[in-house]
């Protein structure tokens, strides 16, 4: 068995998953009503007629996190496989671990206590 | 060769001696679908050899390659239909338990009430579509449409027992959680393509929601997998068999993958992409219609897998301890009651719950989870040093 043929039954159910919305909303489509009126196709913003449009600069109040996030995240990347790989690594590799994982961890206190003033 | 009963026809192949068979073990599943199409192409097969005999269709119908190509059809139907009515019954327990929290009867209608959620579907089926003029149409259906179909491409992925799984490889694990962590940054586009401005508002809290929780949620998926030493969810379950179920030993990861599993299901104290009347439904404010009950579908779907990884991860997935080989008879059964049982205890944390604000669920993961998910990390290391696992 080759690995393309291990992937058919994967490639299969991902049809039917990704496809099965699409489909039903092309079969709704020949039994719903069709009406539209000048208030459908408004923007909803409550009953009043909306001001302005919404695609405006806004401001990102969760910045200073997400920046911790992006590199976070790739620590868990290395974190992942240092575990998955755990059985075959020396101690000396735990103790390198826990000192990337520490330093990285350290810099986030001290980027979350010094973003603590800030209004989220 | 010669035909002339229908047994010869159907005749039932073992379906591993199939050259095409496209799994390394038994599969449960195909072997359904396969016996299906024996019987329907079988069947169809006999019909035209009694009236040609001796033709190239009927022996092309039950060739080897044919049988697993219409195999592989009924197999996509069958998996997706029992995840279907796996999510279905879901969403009716949530109906019923929440009404009970809420001293009354919950949804009666037929069957106890679960036939009021095909009503739902029909009536939503049957909606007018209203789309606004000022919406962005190509992000505004692609977003939607990948939404809902990467929660349920994840819910068909869950492998219900050692031979219910589509995909049985390694790497399954990081697959789904892969698949999983996509949704935000589709909500977030689609805040965008709405031209709402709750619907923008729903976007982004979406994407803060995602950095807030993803983390501690990685670290403690880290520590499962050091515990069990792979990412195969098979191996994964068969390695708290052979030693106990994780939640025993991991019990702070247990409670805090619980919480981080409600954030990432996006259900009641951290819907704040939702928010229900704070936001008008948040991101999903124009989408009318059979789009908006996909979506709802689709929330329901990503419940569903939540509570199926914490199942996997840490309740020792479709086996229970102490019977022995009894687990062989309906490992699926079990697992699908494990997670309907991890669904009552978020339904009750819906119902017990305040919605967070923006800046607690902030605080709550980096402040929180993050400590306790790596105090975990650094027992499960002492255990795994002290030999003990």
Redesign the interface.
Known sequence: ?SLI??????V???????????A??LV??F??????TKW???????GSV?IG???VQ?R???YA??L??VV??LV?TF??I???A??GLSPMA?VWMFLF?GIL?LG?AYS?KKEETI?? | MVYSSILDWVNFPDIMANPYYPFETYNLPYDISQKLWEIIGGTIAWLINLLFPGNPVSEWLVCDMTVNFFALIIFMIVVFLVVFIGILISLWEERKVLGRTMDRRGTMVGMKGFLQCVADGFKTFMKEDTQPRKVDRMTYMWTVSLVIGTSMLIACMIPLSDRWYVVNYNTGLLLIMGLFALAPFFILVSGWSQNNKYSLIGGMRAAEMMISYEIPMLILIATACLMAGTFNIGGIVQAQYDTMPYFIPQCIGFVTFFVCANAEAERTPFDLAEAESELVEGWQTEYAGMKWGLIMLADYMRGYVSCAMITILYLGGWNLPFIGDLNNYVPELVFLLKTWLVFFAMIIVRAALPRVRTDQILNLGWKVFMPLSIINLVIVLLLKMGGVF
């Open positions: 068995m043929a291990s992937y058919l039954p994967l299969f159910v991902g049809i039917i998953s990704l496809g099965f919305a699409p039903a909303w709704s489509r039994i719903r009503p069709y009406k539209p459908m196709e408004e923007t909803y913003e409550c909306p449009d919404a695609r806004f990102l109040q969760y996190y997400a911790i996030f976070f995240d868990v974190l992942l240092w575990s998955v755990y059985g735990t994982l961890i986030v979350l209004w989220i």
